[in-house]
């Protein structure tokens, strides 16, 4: 019994030895550990602060780095890197963009499309500068030889002003001098003036009194030649109206008669110049170029293009009656001379139209309209108060024709 109870404390010692064992070992290894840890940890916060450091390094870089691009006085402005970024690729790389641009359209160079950072530009800096160096060393040694040239000509400048200073001298005492010997003359030669200017005068009343003569002359001659042109315009007008039938040319044709009603067309109007009251022979041409006579028409109404007509002698009514297709002349018409009118008077009677819209539909159908009346005036037109004007003086000593208002309308078919 005793035996056992040894052996039962026996192994609660050996039990008790081995757990002290164990936790002694246990206790080792932590320590162990721990100092482990705290080595690591002094391994860290060694590490910490020399990251610290080297943040603050790079903090102080990247503000002198700020600073360099915006400028000291703007750092606080661009806490955000990315928003830097983009101000210094919208503004200041812009801006640079755009002073090399205009310095490449200067030079006439391409521009440059675009620069990815503050680096870029610079390649392109030394050849520009080098360019605009040897521009500014031309300009400085035109600048110099101009300033050569403008200090030469000053020179030669107050050369001249010296010369002519001098001549001008020399002038004023040659022209006193003369001023001098001219008065003695005018004093000694007085009576002479006087005597020739009588003279002068005298001659002068002889050659007005030549000279109206002499326009009186010419006012008679002028007159006479007047008379003389209207002579031969007369017979010139003879002439023409002692054509015979033979001689004569077609002035136009009929294109439609009614013999019932003993009128007809031609194809001649207005615009051919043609007025109402002109009478026309009517013929037909025959076998060797002869004519056969057929009888004669009166323009009654004018239009554009043609006119109206009345037949006021057949010769042979029933046998050989005026037809379509007969031709018709007249000594006293002729559709290529352009008329000449000359209007005379204060206002038309018509308050219908005006007188410039007048002349312009009289120039529209190829008449010529002129201020004055000539020999070669082919009509008068008499407004208002026509006879007062030096127009219808001079028209009714040359025999020119007076068209009254009414037979105008009725010319331009109004």
Not at 125 to 148: C, L, N, V, W
Not at 239 to 251: E, F, I, S, V
Request: overall charge negative.
């Amino acid at each position: 019994m005793a035996q056992r109870e040894g052996s039962v404390y026996l192994m609660l010692f050996v039990v008790a030895m081995m757990l002290f064992v164990l936790v002694t070992v246990g206790f080792i290894m932590k320590i162990q550990e721990r100092d482990k840890l705290q080595d690591d940890l002094g391994k860290a916060r060694d590490n910490v602060a020399d990251g610290v450091d080297a943040n603050k390094l790079l903090a102080g870089e990247l503000r002198s780095l700020k600073g360099l691009v915006v400028g000291e006085n703007r750092i606080d402005e661009f806490n955000d890197t990315s928003a830097l970024k983009e101000n210094v690729k919208s503004t200041h790389l812009s801006s640079v963009l755009s002073s090399i641009n205009q310095a490449n359209k200067d030079l006439n160079r391409k521009p440059h499309p675009e620069f990815a950072n503050l680096l870029d530009p610079y390649s392109q800096f030394p050849g520009i500068f080098k360019e605009y160096q040897s521009i500014r060393d031309e300009a400085i040694a035109e600048r110099d030889t101009a300033d050569k040239t403008f200090t030469a000509a000053i020179g030669s400048r107050e050369e001249t002003i010296k010369t002519l200073t001098k001549d001008l001298q020399e002038q004023r005492a040659q022209v006193a001098e003369a001023q001098q010997q001219y008065e003695d003359c005018q004093s000694s030669h007085l009576t002479s003036v006087e005597r020739l200017k009588q003279e002068f005068e005298d001659k002068e009343e002889e050659w007005t009194e030549k000279e109206l003569s002499s326009n009186r002359q010419l006012q008679r001659k002028d007159s006479e030649i007047s008379t003389l042109h209207i002579l031969v315009k007369k017979l010139q007008s003879k002439d023409r109206q002692l054509l015979t039938l033979a001689d004569a040319h077609p002035d136009g044709k009929l294109v439609h008669v009614s013999n019932d009603l003993g009128k007809g067309w031609v194809n001649i109007g207005r615009k051919n110049h043609l007025k109402n009251g002109l009478i026309f022979r009517v013929y037909r041409p025959i076998k060797g170029g002869k004519k056969m006579f057929k009888g004669r028409v009166e323009v009654r109404q004018v239009d554009e293009l043609s006119a109206e007509v009345r037949v006021i002698e057949e010769v042979e009514p029933l046998r050989n009656p005026i037809a379509a297709g007969d031709l018709i002349t007249s000594p006293f018409y002729d559709q290529k001379e352009e008329p000449i009118f000359v209007f005379a008077g204060t206002k038309l009677t018509s308050q219908e139209m005006t007188e410039d819209f007048l002349r312009a539909k009289l120039s529209g159908y190829g008449v010529l309209v002129k201020g004055n009346v000539d020999i070669n005036t082919s009509y008068l037109v008499a407004l208002e108060d026509y006879e007062k004007t030096t127009e219808f003086k001079v028209a009714e000593r040359l025999g020119v024709p007076i068209l009254r208002e009414k037979e105008l309308m009725e010319f331009i078919g109004y």
